[in-house]
């Protein structure tokens, strides 16, 4: 029988979109040579000083909307004082005391009993959003350390979550709804192999029915979901262990192992006073003006979920499509540009989710490389609901468009002449699958609507997906009702 309570709370560092870093010109990079995009800001030299980037207030601004947070009417910065051989200053410049983004929450959906049953929803309410630069990267190399200042001053955006879950699947779930809201409204990539996007975590237990929190125990920089929920999964279990046998929880600072699948401590947890936070001298508080927000919030992308739902109310279309088409903006956007081209939305929904998909994934390319147009899928689209192709046909035609990048005018003559010169007897085949499906026809005339999809499904199998499913409705509707 369970006896604790785990209570999650999220501390996600997200890298936001800008062309240069958080208080410097220095360009923000990847991949680059080690130690080449910085400058006497990043490495606090003397006498440099900072400057703020307003494009990092305003994406972190835009984070802060779109997780229904109240942006402040003024911020300012502090500075977090620790010595580690990444952070050049000594100090990391951030909001402690007022951050741009109170409050707010994130809605997240657990795993369904099925994939194709939409999960339950919840709220994960948010403590603050703030702004923040990033450190360097260090390497370990046997004795020695390496340092590479690049990432150094990069706007980073944390994300602070109360500790309202209680499962790894609950933090998972959060970790993914903040990611593809941040790339929809591209605030950041949160590319996790990159560093875009990582997370602390906090776990900590309680007796069933107690109110006050447990002793917390923090991990930092975990860089997967699957970490993230394997070191949750690992971290209940230890202390419920640990209190089990009676002992207390240590508050602490632990590494993850994700090789080994274990944990070690490091030092204990810092409190506010071990950093010794104070108000940065060289930069002034930021006023934000009710225009401008009115102006950032108007240029807000829908939420994946409020299109989710959208999709699912306006087009009928099944949780099936829509859990693969809404969490990417760009296919999402794909599919509703091909649907103002033509009005067929679950065929259209069908061909992205199943088989452009398919293709994407046998060339090894990205998921926002569709290699056709909106114009070709819709004219594909529309030939099969004319009978023009049958959508075997068209499947194939699809998958010819993709792999050759020719558009659909220039391959459909080639397909519509080949489904000519082969003309099928439908009536025939419609014969010989009533016969074939004895059950399914007594069925079916004893008023049971859907055993003709059994009937019809074995005249497509013998048509080899050639012939026209509304031709096939139509000849077996006659036949069966002679």
């Not at 003024?74 to 051989?85: G, Q, T």
């Not at 860089?223 to 046998?245: D, F, K, T, Y």
């Not at 009928?316 to 296919?331: E, H, W």
């Amino acid at each position: 029988m369970k006896k604790y309570e785990a209570s999650i709370g999220l501390e996600i560092h997200v890298q936001l979109r800008t062309r240069s870093k958080a208080f410097s010109r220095s360009r923000c990079s990847f991949a680059e040579e080690p130690n080449t995009a910085t400058d006497p800001v990043t490495m606090g030299l003397p006498g440099a000083l900072p400057v703020i980037n307003f494009e990092a207030i305003r994406q972190t601004v835009r984070a802060g909307m779109l997780f229904h947070s109240q942006i402040a009417d003024l911020c300012r910065w502090d500075r977090k004082n620790y010595f580690y051989p990444d952070n050049p200053k000594n100090y990391q410049i951030t909001q402690q005391a007022q951050p741009l983004c109170v409050g707010g929450h994130i809605e997240i959906e657990l795993p369904g009993p099925a994939r194709n049953i939409q999960g339950k929803h919840l709220f994960v309410r948010l403590n603050r959003i703030h702004l923040e630069e990033d450190v360097g990267k260090l390497t370990h190399d046997g004795n020695r350390s390496l340092v590479d200042f690049n990432r150094a001053g990069v706007p980073l955006a944390e994300i602070v979550t109360e500790p309202d879950m209680h499962s790894p699947e609950e933090a998972s779930a959060c970790l993914n709804s903040v990611r593809n809201c941040l790339a929809y409204a591209k605030i950041s990539e949160c590319d996790m192999e990159k560093g875009q996007m990582r997370c602390d975590v906090n776990v900590s237990l309680r007796p069933l029915g107690e109110e006050k929190l447990g002793i917390r125990v923090e991990y930092k920089n975990l860089n997967s979901i699957s970490g993230v929920r394997n070191a949750i999964s690992h971290e209940i279990a230890r202390q419920e262990r640990i209190l089990s046998e009676g002992r207390s929880v240590r508050r602490e600072t632990r590494r993850w192992d994700a090789q080994k699948n274990s944990s070690e401590g490091l030092r204990s947890k810092e409190t506010e006073h071990d950093y010794c936070y104070f108000p940065d001298p060289d930069l002034m508080a930021v006023r934000l003006p009710a225009s401008l927000l009115a102006e950032i919030h108007a240029q807000l992308p829908e939420r994946p979920f409020d299109r989710q739902r959208r999709f699912m109310e306006k087009f009928q279309l099944p949780y099936t499509l829509t859990s693969v088409l809404c969490p990417s903006r760009p296919l999402s956007d794909f599919f509703e540009e091909t649907l103002q081209l033509h009005a067929n939305p679950r065929a259209i929904a069908n061909l992205i989710a199943n088989d452009l998909l398919r293709e994407i994934s046998q060339h090894g390319h990205a998921t926002d490389d569709f290699r056709l147009h909106p114009e070709d899928l819709a004219a594909l689209v529309r030939s099969v609901d004319e009978g023009k192709l049958s959508k075997q046909a068209a499947q194939d035609l699809l998958a010819h468009m993709y792999q050759t990048g020719k558009h659909f005018d220039e391959l459909a003559d080639s397909f519509l002449r080949e489904t000519d010169a082969s003309p099928i007897d439908i009536e025939l085949l419609c014969r010989e699958a009533i016969a074939a499906c004895p059950k399914a026809v007594e069925e079916f005339r004893k008023g049971k609507s859907t055993a003709i999809n059994a009937i019809k499904g074995a005249v497509m199998k013998a048509a080899k997906g050639k012939a026209n499913p509304a031709d096939i409705d139509r000849v077996l509707l006659t036949l069966l009702r002679q």
